[in-house]
């Protein structure tokens, strides 16, 4: 698990852009790397819409697992996860990051919005406190076994408040 994580770290250092086409399970992201992808990105969107839900935080941190662990199982190349809010406050987050990582993820993302949430593509969202995103990162930061883990904080705070507020975070 290790090297994918090393090899999403090394292609984050080169010049240009890691293209991580949208999978939601592992036939996806075979059918990904014989495209020659260097990664793919567990979508939290599409993965409640293969199970015919929005994306509206209605899938719990253990289903979003689930998927990660069976489509990491499935393609040899590094997986980048939405693990939404991290499923609650920093102490929650801990948990998220121990379980996405022993699924095999090599990246995770944690949303800066209130719960419940709403998918990123969707109008209306809100954001926490900027303070209390801090937490959650550090957290997720300090609960990482494998440092090569990459921890993605991303925030809403642009669509929902404009470019000053997504600037200040």
């Known amino acids: 698990m290790t090297l994918v ?6 292609a984050l250092t080169q010049p240009g852009l890691v293209v991580a086409p ?3 399970d592992g036939l996806q992201a075979m059918i990904a790397q014989k495209s020659g992808f260097s990664a793919v990105y567990m979508t939290g969107f ?13 899938l719990t941190m253990s289903e979003m697992v689930a998927n990660a ?9 590094p997986l980048i996860c939405d693990a939404d809010t991290g499923y609650g406050n920093p102490l929650n987050v801990i948990r998220t990051v121990q379980e996405f990582e022993e699924a095999g993820a090599a990246a995770l993302h944690i949303e800066d919005q209130v719960w ?7 109008e209306g969202k809100q954001v ?12 997720a930061c300090d609960a990482r076994s494998d440092p090569s883990l990459v921890v993605i ?12 507020a997504a600037e200040a975070r």
Do not use: H
């Open 5 to 10: 994580r090393e090899q999403l770290r090394a």
């Open 22 to 24: 949208f999978v939601y």
């Open 46 to 58: 599409g993965t409640a819409a293969s199970r015919g839900m929005p994306d509206l935080g209605l």
């Open 69 to 77: 662990r069976r489509i990491c199982r499935a393609a040899e190349i």
């Open 116 to 122: 419940p949430k709403r998918c990123g593509f969707l």
């Open 128 to 139: 926490i406190p900027g303070d209390e995103m801090v937490q959650k990162v550090r957290a």
């Open 153 to 164: 904080a991303r925030t809403d705070a642009l669509q929902s408040e404009g470019w000053n």
